[in-house]
């Protein structure tokens, strides 16, 4: 402000020049002041006007600590890029000196980061903006936990095991530990199994599951053999596990021929010639 009015004389709100920049020091002389009240309101132009021949204006700003610029890097890190991974955990390997800024809202805006994004260890370009005013450019070295409920093993699992029969329980983990996402539900387990022993305490990851095959390695089964309009039905020996629309191959006893079948159901493959 560098007109000071009283109730009786009030005057309007003018912008009379954009504010200097944060630090800095703007001279302003009586005459500059009258000629852009002139332009800018020229119904209180005429006002009787005294004063000093200069005012010293300066930016108000506040200071920017730690804690601030940690909260606003995991705001935004957390709505770009984390997003429903989990819940973003920061820290600063390196102390962030207090520095004087505008006295305003502020943003952020990410310049760069690693390949891999978000990680344990990982360094975060940014700059902060005051409105439109571009306050400078910095880079930090961080820390991060993205912490999200997972499923953990109550017991030790055995492959093959039932997921929908195991004892399991949900717990807070930092998923950038884990080298595959844990699965978030219970939702579906009837026919999913466990394709690898979990110890307990452990999380069950997605790449512990598998849906429970209808035909295994080494079970015996009816295969349907389509030559045009005949139908021959023989016993075949399953090779590999399938599910439902799987291609496998089954192998004849009796002859030991190998062949391609896909999986109808628990009990029967279809073999075309």
Do not use: C, Y
């Not at 978000?118 to 910095?138: P, T």
């Not at 939702?187 to 295994?216: D, H």
């Not at 896909?262 to 029967?268: I, L, M, P, R, Y």
């Amino acid at each position: 402000q560098v007109i000071t009015t009283t109730p009786a004389t009030p005057l309007p709100h003018i912008l009379l020049a954009p504010p200097p920049t944060a630090g800095q020091v703007t001279l302003l002389s009586r005459s500059q002041v009258l000629a852009w009240i002139q332009t800018l309101a020229p119904a209180v132009a005429s006002t009787n006007w005294s004063g000093p021949g200069h005012s010293k204006v300066t930016r108000r700003t506040r200071s920017l600590d730690e804690a601030e610029i940690r909260e606003m890097l995991t705001s935004i890190l957390q709505q770009d890029h984390v997003k429903d991974r989990g819940e973003l955990e920061l820290r600063l390997t390196r102390s962030w000196p207090t520095i004087a800024v505008a006295d305003g809202p502020l943003t952020v805006k990410v310049l760069d980061l690693p390949a891999s994004g978000v990680s344990a260890n990982f360094i975060v370009r940014f700059e902060l903006w005051s409105e439109k005013e571009r306050l400078g450019a910095w880079q930090l070295v961080a820390t991060a936990k993205i912490w999200r409920d997972v499923i953990v093993a109550g017991e030790a699992l055995k492959r093959g095991q039932l997921l929908s029969e195991a004892t399991l329980s949900r717990e807070r983990r930092d998923v950038l530990t884990l080298r595959d996402a844990g699965i978030g539900s219970f939702e579906g387990e009837g026919e999913i199994e466990l394709k690898e022993n979990v110890a307990a305490g452990q999380p069950v990851l997605a790449r512990s599951l598998r849906l429970r095959p209808v035909v295994r390695r080494g079970s015996v089964v009816d295969a349907l053999i389509f030559d045009g309009p005949m139908t021959i039905t023989l016993k075949v020996e399953v090779l590999e596990d399938g599910l439902p629309g799987n291609v496998v191959r089954v192998r004849n006893p009796q002859t030991r021929r190998e062949m391609l079948g896909k999986v109808k159901n628990e009990q029967t493959i279809l073999i075309p010639m």
